[in-house]
Nanobody, 120 residues
């Protein structure tokens, strides 16, 4: 059974930073796409960033230049470093993992999310 557990959320003042982690169990991340997504109540889930097994990232427009996604396949762990946070970054952040190497078909597994709140 695949489990994804996100940690690192919290409350931070605008301009601050947070680092999220997602640890996978029952899943081999090597060779597979993973990513971070976020969602606010009443809104669709938004892609924040995805990353191929090779480490090549792809960012959503709203976070480019501020967020950095990375992964450690040996630890089955995904990271999201968030800098210059804005109030509009406030959301539940979810870790997603795919069954295959490509990201375009979406994620097959999801964590329960970690809440990020940015106050001004």
């Amino acid at each position: 059974q695949v489990q994804l557990v996100e940690t690192g959320g919290g409350s931070v003042q605008a301009g601050g930073s947070l680092r999220l982690s997602c640890t996978a169990s029952g899943y081999t991340s090597n060779g597979k796409c993973m990513g971070w997504f976020r969602q606010n109540t009443g809104k669709d889930r938004e892609r924040v960033a995805t990353i191929f097994s090779s480490g090549i990232p792809n960012y959503g427009e709203s976070v480019k230049g501020r967020f950095k996604i990375s992964r450690d396949n040996a630890k089955n762990t995904l990271y999201l470093e968030m800098n210059s946070l804005k109030p509009e970054d406030t959301a539940m952040y979810y870790c997603g993992a795919a069954k295959d190497w490509y990201c375009s078909s979406g994620m097959d597994y999801w964590g329960n999310g970690t809440l990020v709140t940015v106050f001004s």
